[in-house]
């Protein structure tokens, strides 16, 4: 199984609506970034949490890290169309290089 | 500051050959990392340079290589290309502080590598 599970895979919403994408690894997490993808294009790093609670936003997306849940989820508020893309997290757990989620592939609905 | 950028773009060769993928990072940025994407494997770690020195390597056979010069430019070369070595190679550059939890990554547009 994967040491980075993200969920869901894949997600279809209508334009306007919210959606959240969940980031959850099997070991300690001392880092998660977010990171979004255009595809077969570079990822654009959106954000970075450290702290166990730490809640960042940037525009109308808004990351939260649960420490205790090793958890991460990625909240987007009033989506768009510019928000499509793919949506990869990666964990730092102190082993000199960080893993990576298999991704989640946003599409907006007009 | 300008960006990570990558060259070439997009490169065709064909089984045996061998490819050198060039990386430029930001400035001042002293760490260089390589990822292979393919859509089976995600995103995998192939290797770190910082100040021109290994610092970390993924799990990838011997023809995987990679250099970082005084610069802080990378190459990256793999020799005997195999058709599984068709990829996203991605580059990511930072600052180089020792710990992930302080060091975002920034990444370049890629090199999209076919292999024939």
């Known amino acids: 199984s994967q040491e980075l599970e993200q969920s869901p895979q894949s997600l279809i919403v209508q334009e306007g609506k919210n959606l959240t994408i969940n980031c959850t690894s099997s070991?300690?997490?001392?880092?998660l970034y977010w990171y979004k993808q255009k595809y077969g294009e570079g990822l654009i790093f959106l954000m970075m949490l450290q702290k166990g609670g730490e809640e960042k936003s940037h525009e109308k997306i808004t990351a939260k890290l649960d420490e205790k849940k090793q958890q991460s989820s990625l909240h987007i508020t009033a989506s768009q169309p510019s928000h499509a893309g793919i949506y990869l997290c990666g964990a730092d757990t102190g082993n000199y290089q960080l893993i990576w989620g298999a991704g989640t592939k946003l599409i907006i609905k007009p | 500051k300008a960006g990570v950028t990558q060259t070439p773009r997009y490169l065709i060769k064909t089984r045996g050959q061998q490819v050198t993928l060039s990386c430029s990072p930001i400035s001042g940025h002293r760490s260089v990392s390589w990822y292979q994407q393919t859509p089976g494997q995600g995103l995998q770690f192939l290797f770190e340079?910082?100040?021109?020195?290994?610092?970390n390597k993924g799990n990838f056979p011997g023809r995987f290589s990679g250099r970082q010069f005084s610069n802080s430019r990378s190459e990256m070369n793999v020799s005997t290309l195999e058709l599984g070595d068709s990829a996203l190679y991605l580059c990511?550059?930072?600052?180089?502080?020792?710990?992930?939890?302080?060091?975002?990554?920034?990444f370049g547009p890629g090199t999209r590598l076919t292999v024939l």
């Open positions: 070991k300690t997490l001392y880092g």
């Open positions: 340079y910082f100040s021109e020195t290994q610092r």
């Open positions: 990511a550059s930072s600052e180089g502080n020792p710990t992930f939890a302080t060091d975002t990554q920034y």
